[in-house]
T-cell receptor
Framework: DAMVIQNPRYQVTQFGKPVTLSCSQT?????MYWYQQKSSQAPKLLFH???????NEADTPDNFQSRRPNTSFCFLDIRSPGLGDAAMYLC?????????????FGPGTRLTVT | GQNIDQPTEMTATEGAIVQINCTYQ??????LFWYQQHAGEAPTFLSY??LDGLEEKGRFSSFLSRSKGYSYLLLKELQMKDSASYLC??????????WGAGTKLIIKP
């Protein structure tokens, strides 16, 4: 089945220790997104890629970086995690070739910062 | 600015009907989504409306009025598994999703 995969599902890191979250997709979608979601809040868009074209949201902290080495994979790097970065990180994909721009989500990675 | 409003929490009884409202003010409109999100899980797609009117899909229906900036999600024959958050999201003029904070729906037996 075509899908969006995120690894790991749960990640624990120490304050200030770099961490990388990964996302892969078998949908061959040209757009990939990273969201941060805290409890009872809306998902907050951090970045998105349209093919290799990187788009950074204006209020995304410099502490967050992203890489998309090919169509299938996308990574979220948190260079120096703080306690406030503990959240669910959601990867999503969509295709600009469909009229609805529906986003397909992976299961998410729950990040804990100790 | 862009804004999506939906109630924070609603409670309903198993077997009943509930309507979750969403009002929006966005720069442009290219469609409205409803997603369901169970606690600790990712959002899953429920419905998409781009034209005015009602879209029915089994127990769930979604309505859109573009002139009023308003949508609702109607859930019939409620089941305990419908306890979740329901998120309204609008596709703006830049084809980005603008998300509401979600409505937590609690189903009681």
């Amino acid at each position: 089945d075509a899908m969006v995969i995120q690894n790991p599902r749960y990640q624990v890191t120490q304050f200030g220790k770099p961490v990388t979250l990964s996302c892969s997709q078998t949908l061959n979608h040209n757009v990939m997104y990273w969201y941060q979601q805290k409890s009872s809040q809306a998902p907050k868009l951090l970045f998105h890629y349209y093919d290799k074209d990187f788009n950074n949201e204006a209020d995304t902290p410099d502490n967050f970086q992203s890489r998309r080495p090919n169509t299938s994979f996308c990574f979220l790097d948190i260079r120096s995690p703080g306690l406030g970065d503990a959240a669910m990180y959601l990867c999503a994909t969509s295709s600009r070739n469909t009229p609805s721009y529906e986003q397909y989500f992976g299961p998410g990675t729950r990040l804990t910062v100790t | 600015g862009q804004n999506i409003d939906q109630p924070t929490e609603m409670t309903a009884t198993e077997g009943a009907i509930v309507q979750i409202n969403c009002t929006y003010q966005t720069s442009g409109f290219n469609g409205l989504f409803w997603y369901q999100q169970h606690a600790g899980e990712a959002p899953t797609f429920l419905s998409y409306n781009v034209l005015d009117g009602l879209e029915e899909k089994g127990r769930f229906s979604s309505f859109l009025s573009r002139s009023k900036g308003y949508s609702y999600l109607l859930l019939k024959e409620l089941q305990m598994k419908d306890s979740a958050s329901y998120l309204c999201a609008v596709v703006d003029s830049n084809y980005q999703l603008i998300w509401g904070a979600g409505t937590k729906l609690i189903i009681k037996p």
